[in-house]
């Protein structure tokens, strides 16, 4: 009969920029080592091993990832949320070797296209547009009404737009 969870689950850290600010930001992949020997990747550990109490899950995520490195391959953790050096069972493991798993994206140092002449146009549209816009429901209503309130904000945001879209790149 096979284990309904594995013997022990390690966490693999890698960098990589976020998606929209582009940031660094540290994500981590999961590893299932089961009683046959076979290491199965990209789990879901809380989908594995969530069998117990919140808490007792919550003890085991931290110490999961307190063995893992900010980048590189960390140690098996078990049910029980103990530290697992070369030896799971009677099955020996290779133990973790600090390197992590290949993530691709751009490294730092390559140069990323430059995309700010396309974005000072789009800005330069979009507000001269709902400036435009922003005026005629305000001409066109009196000066007074919902539609005058929403011109007013259409002109807001021209403006904000028309005045960001002229600073000068760092």
């Given at each position: 009969?096979?284990?309904?969870r594995p ?12 998606l929209i600010?582009?940031?660094p930001?540290?994500?981590?992949f999961?590893?299932?080592?089961w009683p046959?020997?076979w ?10 091993m ?6 007792d ?5 931290k ?7 900010e ?9 029980y949320?103990?530290?697992l050096d070369?030896?799971i ?7 973790p070797t600090g ?6 994206y751009?490294?730092?140092?390559v140069?990323r296209?430059?995309?700010?002449r396309r974005?000072?146009a789009?800005?330069?549209?979009i ?9 005629a429901l305000?001409i066109?209503?009196g ?5 005058a309130?929403v011109?007013f904000a259409?002109?807001v945001?021209?403006l ?7 600073r000068?790149?760092r």
């Open positions: 009969m096979t284990s309904p013997l022990a689950i390690r966490a693999i850290a890698s960098v990589r920029p976020s600010l582009r940031r930001r540290r994500v981590c999961y590893d299932a080592f046959n020997g290491v199965q990747r990209n789990i879901s550990p809380s989908a594995l969530y069998q117990r109490d919140p808490a899950y919550s003890v085991f995520e110490q999961l990832h307190a063995a893992c490195p980048v590189g391959v960390g140690s098996w953790i078990d049910y949320g103990s530290n070369a030896v069972g009677e099955v020996p493991v290779e133990p390197l992590g798993r290949r993530v691709d751009e490294e730092p140092g140069p296209p430059d995309h700010s974005r000072r789009q800005k330069l549209g507000g001269a547009g709902s400036l435009i816009v922003g005026g305000i066109l209503n000066s007074t009404g919902f539609l309130f011109g259409f002109c945001v021209g904000a737009l028309l005045s960001t879209s002229w000068r790149p």
